[in-house]
Protein backbone atom coordinates (compact mmCIF):
# COMPACT_ATOMS: atom_id res chain seq x y z
CA UNK A 1 0.00 0.00 0.00
CA UNK A 2 2.78 2.40 0.72
CA UNK A 3 4.48 1.86 -2.50
CA UNK A 4 1.39 3.08 -4.19
CA UNK A 5 1.05 6.35 -2.09
CA UNK A 6 3.11 8.17 -4.82
CA UNK A 7 1.35 7.09 -7.43
CA UNK A 8 -1.85 7.31 -6.07
CA UNK A 9 -1.00 11.16 -4.75
CA UNK A 10 0.39 12.24 -8.93
CA UNK A 11 -3.02 10.67 -10.24
CA UNK A 12 -5.14 12.73 -7.88
CA UNK A 13 -3.28 16.03 -8.70
CA UNK A 14 -3.36 15.14 -12.42
CA UNK A 15 -7.22 13.62 -12.69
CA UNK A 16 -8.72 17.30 -12.01
CA UNK A 17 -6.02 19.55 -14.50
CA UNK A 18 -6.96 16.62 -17.28
CA UNK A 19 -11.00 17.02 -16.59
CA UNK A 20 -12.40 18.59 -19.38
CA UNK A 21 -14.43 21.92 -18.42
CA UNK A 22 -17.69 22.03 -18.56
CA UNK A 23 -18.01 24.11 -22.41
CA UNK A 24 -15.87 20.97 -23.98
CA UNK A 25 -19.12 19.43 -25.73
CA UNK A 26 -19.79 22.52 -27.75
CA UNK A 27 -16.02 23.59 -28.23
CA UNK A 28 -14.37 24.06 -31.60
CA UNK A 29 -12.38 21.29 -32.89
CA UNK A 30 -8.80 23.22 -32.86
CA UNK A 31 -9.96 23.88 -28.95
CA UNK A 32 -10.35 20.60 -28.27
CA UNK A 33 -7.00 19.20 -30.20
CA UNK A 34 -5.32 21.69 -28.21
CA UNK A 35 -7.00 20.98 -25.21
CA UNK A 36 -6.33 17.51 -25.67
CA UNK A 37 -2.57 18.08 -26.44
CA UNK A 38 -1.76 20.12 -23.57
CA UNK A 39 -3.85 17.07 -21.39
CA UNK A 40 -1.09 14.69 -23.04
CA UNK A 41 1.61 16.79 -22.59
CA UNK A 42 1.02 16.69 -18.71
CA UNK A 43 0.72 12.69 -18.65
CA UNK A 44 4.10 12.90 -20.19
CA UNK A 45 5.66 15.15 -17.71
CA UNK A 46 3.83 13.73 -14.20
CA UNK A 47 5.38 10.24 -16.05
CA UNK A 48 8.90 11.32 -16.04
CA UNK A 49 8.46 12.90 -12.74
CA UNK A 50 7.47 9.86 -10.79
CA UNK A 51 10.04 8.15 -13.36
CA UNK A 52 12.72 10.30 -11.73
CA UNK A 53 11.27 11.19 -8.12
CA UNK A 54 9.36 8.00 -7.26
CA UNK A 55 10.92 6.14 -3.95
CA UNK A 56 9.30 2.53 -5.06
CA UNK A 57 10.48 0.89 -8.27
CA UNK A 58 7.23 -0.24 -9.65
CA UNK A 59 5.82 3.80 -9.32
CA UNK A 60 9.33 4.63 -11.65
CA UNK A 61 8.28 1.44 -14.18
CA UNK A 62 4.73 2.71 -14.04
CA UNK A 63 5.83 6.74 -14.58
CA UNK A 64 8.32 5.27 -17.33
CA UNK A 65 5.36 3.41 -19.22
CA UNK A 66 3.23 6.25 -18.86
CA UNK A 67 5.70 8.91 -20.20
CA UNK A 68 6.40 6.52 -23.24
CA UNK A 69 2.93 5.45 -24.24
CA UNK A 70 2.07 9.35 -24.20
CA UNK A 71 5.30 10.37 -26.07
CA UNK A 72 4.04 8.05 -28.80
CA UNK A 73 0.93 9.84 -28.91
CA UNK A 74 2.36 13.27 -29.59
Known amino acids: MRK ?10 A ?3 MAAPHHMDRAEPSQFVH ?4 GNLL ?3 LGRYAADHAVSHE ?3 LGSR ?4 HSKAS
Open 4 to 13: LLPAAAILAL
Open 66 to 69: LADD
Open 35 to 38: DANQ
Open 43 to 45: EIE
Open 59 to 61: VRD
Open 15 to 17: VPL
